[in-house]
């Protein structure tokens, strides 16, 4: 889609531009500022928006003059919301240039607690931009994530990322991923192997997952061995 250049082309009158001019009080003054700040800079470099949420149709004709207004303003506003959002921005398929600031988003400690969706979290939103990404030039570093124990429960995406890319050197480390106790990497480890079953005999490794009490990965299992 792209983010627009018609400068006739208004979105105020949309459902999402009425929530977003509804959302505007909400800010604390300096976010105010920063929105006018994002939205200025975008506009001088050739295009017509009036919300922050229109920077979410980037694609890769963006990415060159986007990515630093995203990586420049982002880590500025007060409202975490806000700020991961536009972390997600970032997760457009093939915008490598916006992976090693995502890792280093990614790596700092992690803001979830149980009344948060660990999808708004800040690892959250990072790994699921990554995983979108698809940058197989980081799967070092994707391995290193998923083995560090200080980052292992929050890798759900980069253990997806490994069957995503085909990545044959890593099913030694998704059979072991198996054995956490942590459904969400269970099953994400299960995902992975489905990827390679042209490479390996899944039903001994998978099968035993047929009649996990958590319906998820049983579902996964089982569409593993189709």
Not at 58 to 68: G, T
Not at 127 to 140: E, R
Request: charged share 25%; proline share 3%; with cysteine.
């Amino acid at each position: 889609m792209g983010i627009n250049k018609e400068p006739g082309y208004s979105v105020q009158n949309t459902v999402a531009g009425r929530r977003a001019e509804e959302l505007f009080p909400t800010y604390s003054e300096h976010d105010k500022e920063i929105i006018h700040k994002v939205i200025e800079e975008v506009n001088s470099k050739g295009y017509h928006i009036q919300y922050l949420f229109q920077l979410s149709w980037m694609d890769k004709d963006d990415f060159e003059l986007i990515n630093p207004v995203i990586m420049k303003y982002s880590l500025q506003f007060e409202n975490k919301r806000t700020r991961y959002g536009l972390f997600s921005y970032l997760g457009v398929n093939g915008n490598t240039d916006g992976v090693d600031f995502l890792l280093e988003q990614f790596r700092k400690p992690n803001d979830y607690n149980e009344n948060l969706d660990w999808n708004f979290s800040r690892r959250g939103v990072c790994s699921a931009a990554l995983f979108v990404i698809k940058d197989k030039s980081k799967i070092d570093e994707y391995i290193e994530i998923i083995e560090n124990e200080n980052t292992r429960q929050d890798s759900y995406f980069f253990i997806l990322l490994l069957g995503e890319l085909k990545f044959v050197k890593a099913i030694s480390l998704l059979v072991e991923l198996l054995n956490e106790d942590n459904s969400n990497l269970q099953s994400a480890a299960i995902q992975s192997l489905t990827k390679f079953k042209r490479k390996i005999d899944l039903n001994p490794i998978i099968s035993p997952f047929l009649s996990s009490d958590n319906d998820i990965i049983s579902e996964y299992a089982k569409k593993a061995l189709m």
